[in-house]
């Protein structure tokens, strides 16, 4: 979540002259490639060959890109409250998925920590339920978080013969394809967003460090996370975001501590806590 958070702020200068898909096809050509070439050099030909590519394209296709896409066109019809909030229901999501397919046991201490995590999620994000507008964009938004929830799980579930490498790079190729085709059709019917911006030495670091730091690397440590946690435990971790990414613009853009962001991490903390000691228990005969 740490190295994810730094694409946040570099999003930031690199949207001020890159269109939004233009980006995110940039970011993924990077970052997928490297995990491949990865792959490929840790792991024999034969290995890669063998995967079932039919199914994570599929799942990656659906889970991490259509899912990215959906969010984007979610937090455009919105406002910049109600993508926050929808993001904050991660763990309520996994928790749901685990009850349904993995047979969860939903104990006190496990629902107190996912409402810890809720809330400090929310404080983190600075925002208020009252604020949100949950209209068609409210809705694509969680409908995008549902499809990342399920994506991941299906990765830790499905590939089980892959490394985590594996299941990370074949995932991620899907996500590609879909950004690759959203991005060819705007780009054919004309539709803003599709605009290559600046490309001197300042504005390459950050696009590669945002590529295979906070996608290609951060998506291997949490396809890996995930795996040992289930989707629930790993998901609580998700709502400190706002807090890790506002550490990183105190730190190194000069901006204001947020003790109220701070309070929300310390909470989500709580949680994350409470809910895997109680995971940590051994189950009673």
Not at 56 to 62: A, C, E, K, N, P
Not at 132 to 149: N, T
Not at 233 to 256: G, K, Q
Request: aromatic share 10%; with cysteine; charged share 10%.
């Amino acid at each position: 979540m740490v190295m994810w958070s730094f694409a946040f702020p570099i999003a930031e200068v690199l949207l001020n002259s890159w269109g939004t898909i233009a980006l995110v096809l940039a970011r993924q050509l990077i970052g997928v490639g490297a995990l491949f070439a990865c792959w490929l050099w840790i792991e024999s030909w034969t290995t890669i060959s063998g995967a079932n590519w039919r199914r994570g394209i599929g799942v990656g296709g659906i889970g991490f890109g259509l899912g990215s896409m959906t969010f984007l066109v979610g937090q455009y019809m919105s406002d910049a409250v109600t993508p926050a909030i929808a993001a904050s229901m991660m763990p309520i999501i996994g928790a749901l998925l685990e009850v349904a397919f993995d047979g969860r046991r939903v104990h006190v201490r496990l629902l107190i920590g996912i409402t810890l995590a809720l809330f400090g999620g929310l404080l983190a994000t600075g925002a208020r339920m009252d604020e949100g507008s949950f209209g068609w964009g409210g809705l694509l938004c969680l409908f995008s978080v549902i499809l990342f929830a399920w994506g991941t799980r299906a990765t830790t579930k499905d590939f089980r013969s892959l490394s985590f490498l594996g299941q990370t790079t074949i995932t991620m190729m899907g996500s590609l394809v879909v950004v690759l085709t959203v991005f060819l059709i705007m780009l054919l019917i004309g539709i803003p967003g599709t605009a290559i911006g600046l490309l001197d030495s300042r504005h390459v670091v950050l696009l590669v460090f945002a590529s295979l730091a906070s996608l290609a690397l951060a998506q291997f440590m949490w396809i890996r996370g995930a795996s040992g946690l289930g989707i629930l435990l790993a998901s609580l971790h998700m709502n400190a975001v706002p807090f890790y990414v506002m550490v990183i613009v105190v730190l190194f853009l000069s901006a204001e501590w947020n003790w109220w962001q701070a309070a929300g991490a310390g909470l989500v903390a709580a949680g994350v806590l409470m809910a895997q000691s109680v995971a940590r228990k051994p189950a009673r005969n």
